[in-house]
Each structure stands twice: as structure tokens, then as C-alpha cells.
């Protein structure tokens, strides 16, 4: 493996069209010195004096000259940049079909393997200069999904990347651990999500998570459109992609994560430290601010305790910076604790909890009340989204505790 990456960034714009960013350097990338690895990043100065360029981290890079160098030298790139880069599951479908599976490879060769499947709108190239920068990804045609499937089954088992065709042909640059896909489906791009061979049946997490979804919507949050389709006897939750627009355009993205640099100690990083940035970065910070509350209410009154980082993201567009719409809203997840804090803890949680959150958003005691009585009520009709019983018990029982409490 190349001991250094340079890669130029390109962004497309969410009217179409597109303009190099900047130029990213990791080096160091020897295995030796795997925690020693260093990466920069400088913007083009075409990009600076450009009327349509944006802070692609509005936090850690802000738009000026000079080279930024990456804080974590066990990862050699900058945060926004891990952002464009798949999860566990994506990431061995990368590096497969980059035939680097079998070596020592830093984020920066994945990045270089990745050019413009990523998801948002930035690309990579090492070219100076695109003649054309087109959007397109390597997003699989719904046609070929079922055979995806087959072969992610026998993924799952084998590990072995030697028999696969349509996983690795495309797809393949979708966060987290368990199995998904990026599909095309009559022109519009999908997150495709289907059940993993470990799982008890082939269609609890998927009907759950479109529970989870439909509860927003019912909440008052904005949540992407979503369905759920049969392949091959499989259920398979098809989540519209809000980065991709109609006309070709893309919307960049950035998580909390990033925004907020937390990669270690995540267990002291709470709700109101997510409603800080939107405060620094919002066009909207009101308006946002008050569909996170909403949205840390549900997860608990839900039990959608994995509300990590990464599962909050930012989007940009012509007005400005603004709250991602909800995603991974998942009930009855197994563990009880929430990933970040709420009124100081994790478990246990009762409205005063939820209340003294919304203190730290700036919000008063009474509009916190407000706010969590229009999400009792709107989701009131949650039983019908729920058939298995020992999950609808879990959730009665949290909406019992939650309602008490707030008496």
C-alpha cells in the first residue's frame, strides 16, 4: 500500500453542478505506524473567492486560507472526511472491491477507493482537475437486489469477498454495522436495509424500524420517505435518500460527531451539547432545537437507545446549515441506557430528566412540558405499529413510566 494519499475534494452543489474544494494529504500510512499517521487539508483558493462556497465543517474547517492539520493521528483525515466513509459493513465491501481486503489500509486508501460513491456531496479524485464532476454513484439497480441479497447472506457466513458481483459492484456506502445497500428504484436513490442471517427472524428489524420512522412522522419530525418491500420472500425497508436531489444535485452532510470532535468518552456527550452547535450553526437554531427535543423524546419514550453520534448528522443547502431529518429510529432496542446523556444520566429516565435537558437547549420549564405532551399525544396511536407482544409490554410499560412522571 502507497505509504501516502493525496486526493483533490470536489463538492456538488444541491442545484447540480459542482466545484473542487480543496486538497487533502495522508501520509505516513506504513502500518509501523499505525497512531502515527498525519493528514492535511487546504481549501483551493478558487473555492474561496467562489460566491458558492460553504465551510464543508463549519466547526473544525472554517472557510479561509491556510492548511488544517487532522487532530487524530490514528485515523490521518479529518472528520468530515470519515463521514464520507461506510461503516463496518461498507467498509469490507470497499476495501473488497478495491482488492485491498487483505491488507494494512488506512482511511485515506478507502477514501481514494471511494472517488464518488460516497454518501452527501463530497468526491475524491486524484485528479487536479474533472473535466466533468458528476454526481453519479455506484448505487445498485433495484433489478439486481435480490441477488445482492443471496450473496450478503453468504457474505455474512464466509467473509470471503472471491464469489461476490453485485454487493461489490455498487452500494456498498452505507454506515454502520449491519447489512444495507444504496438501490436505485425508478430514478430515485434508496438506503435499502434488510435483515442480517444473525438476526431471530428475517423481518422483526426491519418492520421495527419502519415503526420507528412512521412515529416520527407522527411526532411532528421530519423524516425521510420510506416502505417496505418484499424480495424474494425477504422484507427489505427502502429509506429515500435525503442527500440525493431530483435534478441531480446533492446536499453535503457532517455528524454530530464530527461536529462536536467526540471520539472518545462519548458517555459524557449529552443532548445539550448537540443543541450548542445547532446554536452556533443553524439557519434555523429555534427551529431545530425543538425537533431535537422532540426527537430525544421519542428515542427514550421509544427505547431507541442507539442515539450515537453518528445517527444526528447536518445537512447544507442554499439557506445555510440545518438539522438533518430523523434516521435509525429503531424501538425496543436491547439495551436500556441511552448512548448520550439526558439531565445527567443515562437510565432511568422520568420527564424531569427530559425537562432539565431542555433547560440546556434554552428553552423554559414550561415549553419543555409543551413539547413533550405533543409527543405523547401524537404518537398515541403507537400500538398499531407494534404487533409482536413481548415489544409492545417493553414499550407500555416506558410510556406508562414517562406519563407518570410527567404528571
Known sequence: MNTEVNLYVYTVFDHGGGLKVGRLLSRNLRLAHRGGYEGFFQYDPGYLSDSRAYAIDPVNLPLRAGVFSAMRPEVGIHGVFSDSLPGRWGERLLAAKADIHRSHYAPAHLLECLGRGGLGALLYSPEHSLSEINPEDDSLEFADLAKALEEAGHYEKTLDPAELKFLISGGYSAGGARPKLLVRLDGEAYLAKFSSIHDQ??????????????????????????????????????????????????????????????????????????????????????GDCEKLFKQMVLNVLIINTDDHLQNFSMLHDSDGWRLSPAYDLVPALPRDQQLLRIGGGHADLVADDLIAEGRLFGFSRPRCKKLINEVLEKTTGWHELISEPETRSRLEKRRNFICRSHL
Open 201 to 286: 427472524g428475517p423481518g422483526v428489524n426491519v418492520e421495527l424500524e419502519a415503526a420507528g420512522l412512521a412515529l416520527g412522522r407522527l411526532a411532528g419530525l421530519e423524516v425521510p420517505d420510506f416502505r417496505i418491500v418484499v424480495v424474494r420472500d425477504r422484507p427489505v425497508l427502502l429509506v429515500k435518500r435525503f442527500d440525493v436531489l431530483p435534478k441531480g444535485g446533492r446536499r453535503a452532510m457532517i455528524s454530530f460527531r464530527t461536529l462536536l470532535s467526540a471520539y472518545d468518552d462519548l458517555a459524557r456527550v449529552s443532548y445539550g451539547d448537540l443543541s450548542e452547535i445547532l446554536k452556533r450553526v443553524s439557519a434555523d437554531p429555534r
